[in-house]
Antibody, heavy 121, light 113 residues
């Protein structure tokens, strides 16, 4: 059974940093692209970032480019999102989501339950 | 960026009736080399993460009831729920994965009339 478990969310002040983790199990983690998608309270879904299977290709939404870094440790089956220079508008539930294939260009077939990041003073 | 729009914003349908949601992309998401539309549909119930229903615009994900179907090509797509059940109350999102950033539509809320 595929499982994705996010952690690391919490309350942080504007300008602060936070690292999210997503522990994966039930599939060959290194073979699949992985995404972060966020949802502000009461709002729709916003794609944040993707890392392709081996981790050599990463892409970001303009809203987080230069502030967030996606990475993966295939030996630990874990996906990360390092967030810095956080803004109030980064407040959201952050989901990790598995791509259907190794290519970045596929839909997301499994999602974690999400972790809430609140940026506030 | 490819802009995704959905219509209507919300709809209320009687149990057992058909629900139709439209999604439009600002540019084609049909990749000519493989003739695939890079378009997915998700269902999100309150307090839950999204669930993949449809990918490649019309391929139903494993385990998804066959009352859910996707159609369309290029820039215009439709998600149809052929016979609405109480458990289908949710927000439905389309997403293109043709170009980065992988943009979502704003969502369509489906309720029971």
């Amino acid at each position: 059974e595929v499982q994705l478990l996010e952690s690391g969310g919490g309350l942080v002040q504007p300008g602060g940093s936070l690292r999210l983790s997503c522990a994966a199990s039930g599939f060959t983690f290194s073979s699949y692209a992985m995404n972060w998608v966020r949802q502000a309270p009461g709002k729709g879904l916003e794609w944040v970032s993707v890392i392709c299977g081996s981790g050599d290709s990463t892409y970001y939404a303009d809203s987080v480019k230069g502030r967030f870094t996606i990475s993966r440790d295939n030996s630990k089956n874990t996906l990360y999102l390092q967030m810095s220079s956080l803004r109030v508008e980064d407040t959201a539930v952050y989901y990790c989501a598995k791509s259907r294939g190794g290519s970045c260009y596929s839909g997301n077939d499994y999602w974690g339950q999400g972790t809430l990041v609140t940026v506030s003073s | 960026d490819i802009v995704m729009t959905q219509s209507p914003d919300s709809l209320a349908v009687s149990l057992g009736e058909r629900a139709t949601i439209n999604c439009k992309s600002s540019q084609s998401v049909l990749y000519s080399s493989n003739n695939k539309n890079y378009l997915a549909w998700y269902q999100q119930k309150p307090g839950q993460p999204p669930k993949l229903l449809i990918y490649w615009a019309s391929t139903r994900e494993s385990g998804v009831p066959d009352r859910f179907s996707g159609s369309g090509s290029g820039t215009d797509f439709t998600l149809t729920i052929s016979s609405l059940q109480a458990g289908d109350v949710a927000v439905y999102y389309c997403q293109q994965y043709y170009n980065i950033p992988f943009t979502f539509g704003p969502g369509t809320k489906v309720d029971i009339k």
